[in-house]
Structure formats: C-alpha cells, structure tokens
C-alpha cells in the first residue's frame, strides 16, 4: 500500500530564494601547511545537465522517521556535499522521511516499515521532479549512505525498467551504500545495465566506494555483501562483491586526491570540527595530495583504501570512526575534486553521444573534463554535419 505525504518540499532546487546547493564554492587550497592561492569555481547557471541528489542521515529528530521541515542539519549537508557539483549542473535535491540517527540508534534503521516510509517520500519527489522541472534533460544521480541506499532502488525500481529514463541517464555516484556487483550470473547485482565506471570519458555508468584507512572487519557496516547497509533484499554472500570504483583513476591503480572540507557549517553530525586553521576566510579550503587511494578486494570485502599522506598532526584534523564505519563520514570529501572532474568527463561523453546520435560531426571528449567552459568547447566542435539540409536540429547549448 502506498504511503501518502504533503506536498514535496525542496532542499535545493534551482532558482529557489537561499538554496544550499548554489552556496559559493570559493576555495583556499593549503599545501603543505600554508595557504598558496584561492580558487573561484562558477555555478554552471541553467546547465543542460540536472544532478538529482539525496543527501544522508542527518536528521536528529527523535521518530524514527523525520518529517519535511528543513533544518540547520540538512542544509549544512546540502552545502557540503551538493553545492560543489553546482559547476557542472542544475542540483535538485527533496526533502524526505529518512530514517534518523534516533532509528540508527534504537536498531530500527533496517525495519522495513521506517524504510519503506523513507523510500516512498524520496521517490514522491523525484516523481515531482520528473513531471514537472526535468523536461528531458540528463541526469547525473548523487547520493550518500542513506541517500545512496534509496538511489540503488529507485534506479532499479524506476530508471531502469524504463528505455527512455535510461536514456537520460549519464551517471551515477553512489557513495557508501554497497552497490553489489555480480561475480556469478546466477546471482543478480544491484543494477542489471549500469555498469561500473572504468573511464574518465565515460557516461551511463556508477562511481561506488567505501573508504577505510584499514582493512574492514568482519563486522563492518560497509564493503561486505549482505550485511551492514547492503539492502534488505540483496542478502546473497557468494557470488556478489561489493563495488569500489577509484574516483581519481576509474581504469583502476592508485591516485593522489585532492580532500576538501566546507567550513563553519556543522549542523550535521559527521561534519568536521577543525578542517581548517582559523585564518582561512573562505567558505571552503582543499588540500592537494592529502590522501592516495586505491581500491582493495581482499576475501569477501572490497574498499577504498586511503592512506593520509604528510604529518598526522597537520590540517585538517579529522574524526576516526570505529573500525566497522571506517572514514564513511568523509567518502565524499577526500575525493570531492575528482568527484566533480568525473561528472563533468561523463557529461562529455554523454554529449559527444548525443551529438552521434543526431547526425552530427562530433569531436572526441578526451581533456574537456574539467569545467563547464571546456564542455562548451565540446558543443562548439560539434557543428551539425547536414545543417543547411536540417535548420531545425540543433544541440541544446550550454549556458
């Protein structure tokens, strides 16, 4: 039986007074102890490109599930980890009933009653969403922990049964959430035709990892088949890994990444007290290098493995989690630059296809990845091949 709500209430929704999401993304990058420059990156202002991101459990309300009401808490989170992708598209971002810290905390996170009311207000508003604001655009989907959870089943449940929102598909970023990959074809995985991302320059695919400094133990919430945070239905053992795809070398290898850390907004509870020395003005600070990662299978466990490079003593100073959270609080921030340079490849790749697709002269996507300004260079190299023939058929321009 479906569960009926009030009316969706947007966290982030482009054009909308105070949105967390378009909060200014200047930077001050910190190399070796010292601040050396400042980097200014633009809001890529009606883009062709949506982000549909649903933030994770952040909530302290004290039912099981929380209500609509936006609070200090889902802002700070919409600021940290939805605004940086603001320069590659328009970020739409619902409130919903997630399951809270108090359901986290009294074991009933994984009840499916609590998770079926979270599930159902999420997808009422991406329902909102499709029908009313997407008008076809490609999507790149976001999510973290929880967040990340109901993204695995609404894109199976909705996106794709469906060849036309498939379509529409450009990527995925599914962070700490157990996306399960199949090792065996009798055994199903979490998505039967999104595979993992192996390329910069790569479209219709998912990002997914867990980061652990050490090997997960047995007991881990993450990086395990059929335990932890993996889905009530997705139980299988054998025959499933876990998926763990490298944000800085999706090929596969090791990279050095680039953490970056919001300041001042700590509303949520795994927000960083000190990611930064108190003379650091703006609203966001970066260090290159600061950790090198690669992704680990060993046994029945896969992860991103990150080891911090420099003085232990050095900003920033970062909260460990127990053992079996590993550093899920900071999936996103120790690889939010390769992140973002990710989507903007896939977004590439998306468009040189799309471009094919409608009869076009199309230039190859490789080293237009990293900003909005080299993704126009990809739509002015992409001329219609038959325009006097076709006056009509023109690729949508990026703004």
């Known amino acids: 039986m479906s569960i009926g709500f009030a009316a969706v209430i947007w966290l982030c929704r482009p054009g909308m007074a105070n949105n967390p999401c378009a909060a200014p993304f200047t930077t001050t990058v910190v190399a070796s102890g ?19 991101y649903v933030y994770p459990t952040v909530s302290r309300e ?18 940290a980890q939805g605004s940086p992708f603001s320069s590659v598209c328009n970020v739409w971002a619902p409130m919903y009933r997630q399951l809270t810290l108090t359901a986290l905390l009294n074991n009933h996170y994984y009840q499916k009653q609590y998770q079926k009311i979270a599930y159902e207000s999420m997808v009422q508003g991406w329902h909102e969403y499709l029908s009313h604001y997407n008008r076809g655009r490609p999507i790149v989907f976001i999510g973290h922990s929880q967040g990340g959870q109901l993204l695995i089943r609404l894109l199976h449940n909705e996106v794709e049964r469906d060849p036309a929102l498939r379509k529409q598909v450009v990527m995925a970023v599914l962070l700490g959430a157990n996306v399960v990959v199949s090792t065996d074809r009798r055994v199903p995985g979490s998505f039967a035709s999104l595979p993992l991302c192996t390329s910069l320059h790569e479209a219709w695919c998912v990002i997914a990892y867990s980061t652990f400094a050490n090997p997960p133990p047995t007991n881990s919430i993450f990086a395990i088949p059929g335990q932890g945070v993996s889905l009530p239905d997705e139980t299988a053992r054998s025959g499933v890994s876990i998926a763990c795809t490298n944000p800085g070398a999706l090929g596969g290898g090791s990279a050095s990444l680039t953490a970056s850390f919001t300041i001042g907004h700590t509303g949520y509870w795994w927000a960083p007290a000190n990611p930064a020395p108190r003379n650091v003005a703006t609203p966001w600070v970066s260090y290159p290098g600061l950790f090198t990662a690669q992704c680990v299978h060993r046994g029945d466990s896969s992860w991103l493995s990150v080891t911090r490079n420099g003085s232990p003593g050095a900003w920033p100073h970062l909260f460990i989690d127990t053992p079996e959270w590993g550093l899920h609080r900071y999936d996103m921030s120790v690889a939010l630059d390769a992140l973002i340079r ?30 909005v300004s080299r993704l126009r260079r990809l739509q002015q190299r992409c001329p219609p091949a038959a325009a006097a023939r076709s006056p009509q058929r023109r690729l949508p321009r990026l703004r």
Request: with cysteine.
């Open 62 to 79: 004290t039912t099981d599930n929380a209500d609509l009401r936006v609070q200090p808490a889902e802002r700070d989170v919409a600021i």
């Open 342 to 371: 990710d989507v903007g490849g896939a977004e590439g790749a998306w468009r040189m296809v799309a471009c094919r697709r409608r009869g076009f002269t199309c230039a190859s996507p490789v080293g237009m990845h990293s900003s």
């Open 34 to 52: 010292k601040a050396v420059r400042v980097t200014h990156r633009p809001q890529a202002t009606a883009a062709t490109f949506d982000c549909f």
